[in-house]
């Protein structure tokens, strides 16, 4: 997947590449065994471009390990990291040993479950990431209380918080009642806890929010827990 390229640190990028943990990596730099572009370096914070620079270890070339990508139904009660020092359970604690190379592409909060993209295609990754390819990713949201129209288009509108303007692509109410209503939110980029900030503006509590598509990938009949991965169609069709 080349639809973008991005530069990452040698000893982030070759970890990335699958060739062997970051301090692993990071040792072969220090000890002088690899090189850019024919050129010897040292330094485990030089800047290269995985798709674009040529990187050899001990004078041959290495290559990323086939392309993977998976599409994870995030379930609640887990964490979007590969460890947790509060000891909470983790996305990669539900994928086998094959898998734990990857690294997700954006994050879901702890309580926030639904689709979620892991990839060790870093070029793919800064693509799907990139505010400005504009990719759609769409939530079901429960708030406490009753949503009113007002409301709605205040926040269609956009609103200020902690210094970052906060404005969905589209924003649907299905349903609102005194008790909780229900929403449908699009968003083009990941802002940290973007929904639930944007609910909070307006005085309802976020009590259930689900991912249910990223660009054209959906859940399709998928549960908690389960993933599958992509094939190259559904990967050129996001």
């Known amino acids: 997947m080349t639809k973008n390229t991005g530069k990452f640190v040698l000893e ?64 609640g009660s887990v964490v979007t990291t590969r460890s947790d020092e509060h000891g909470r359970r983790t996305i990669f604690g539900l994928l086998p040993d094959e898998l734990q190379s990857l690294h997700p592409v ?17 070029s793919f990754s800064a693509y799907l990431t990139d505010p400005g390819n504009a990719i759609r ?53 990941g802002k940290n806890r973007e929904i639930r900030r944007m609910f909070e503006s307006i005085g309802h509590e976020v009590t259930q929010l689900k991912r249910v598509a990223f660009g054209s990938l959906t859940l399709g009949d998928m549960q908690p827990g389960q993933f599958r991965y992509l094939t190259s169609e559904e990967i050129n069709s996001i």
Do not use: C
């Not at 954006?106 to 870093?122: E, I, P, W």
């Not at 609103?159 to 649907?172: A, H, N, Q, S, V």
């Open 106 to 122: 954006g994050r879901l909060d702890m309580a926030t479950t639904g689709l979620l993209l892991l990839t060790n295609d870093t």
């Open 137 to 189: 990713r769409t939530y079901i949201v429960s708030v406490k209380g009753k949503v009113s129209g007002e409301e709605v288009q205040q926040l269609i509108g956009g609103i200020w918080d902690r210094g970052e303007f906060l404005k969905p692509l589209t924003l649907t109410l299905r349903k609102s009642s005194n008790k909780e209503s229900h929403l449908i939110v699009e968003l083009i980029e």
């Open 12 to 75: 982030r990028a070759l970890s990335k590449l699958g060739l062997a943990s970051r301090s692993q990596t990071r040792r072969w730099i220090l000890e002088g065994r690899l090189e850019v572009n024919g050129k010897t370096v040292k330094n485990p914070l030089y800047l290269v471009n995985p798709g674009i620079d040529k990187i050899a270890l001990d004078g041959k070339e290495v290559y990323r390990k086939s392309w993977k990508t998976i599409l994870l139904y995030k379930p």
